[in-house]
Nanobody, 126 residues
Framework: QVQLVESGGRLVQAGGSLRLSCAASGGTFSSYAMGWFRQAPGEEREFVASFRRSGFNTYYADSVKGRFTISRDNAKNTVYLQMNNLKPEDTAVYYC???????????????????WGQGTQVIVSS
């Protein structure tokens, strides 16, 4: 059973930067595709970014492309989300998710992910 723990969320001013971390334990980290999703108050959960377990293929939502960067450190079993030029509309709870990758999967679809963290709150003030 994989456990995911996010950290790094806080209040930040618009235009600022944050780096979220997701520490994984309890599984073979390199076997998992990892993703970040977010959910704003009153909104549905949405895809933010993800990569295949190889780390060579990365995917981003159009709304964050060019501002956010997903990365992973397999030696530390950790996934990061570097967020730059933050906007008030980035305010949400951010969730880390893991998918045991054995073939094709819909990287943007949260239902494809087997494991989820508890979330970390990001608030961007204008």
């Amino acid at each position: 059973q994989v456990q995911l723990v996010e950290s790094g969320g806080r209040l930040v001013q618009a235009g600022g930067s944050l780096r979220l971390s997701c520490a994984a334990s309890g599984g073979t980290f390199s076997s998992y595709a990892m993703g970040w999703f977010r959910q704003a108050p009153g909104e549905e959960r949405e895809f933010v970014a993800s990569f295949r377990r190889s780390g060579f293929n990365t995917y981003y939502a159009d709304s964050v492309k060019g501002r956010f960067t997903i990365s992973r450190d397999n030696a530390k079993n950790t996934v990061y989300l570097q967020m730059n030029n933050l906007k008030p509309e980035d305010t949400a709870v951010y969730y880390c998710a893991g998918h045991y990758e054995v073939g094709y999967y819909r990287y943007y679809d949260g239902s494809e992910y087997n494991y989820w963290g508890q979330g970390t709150q990001v608030i961007v003030s204008s």
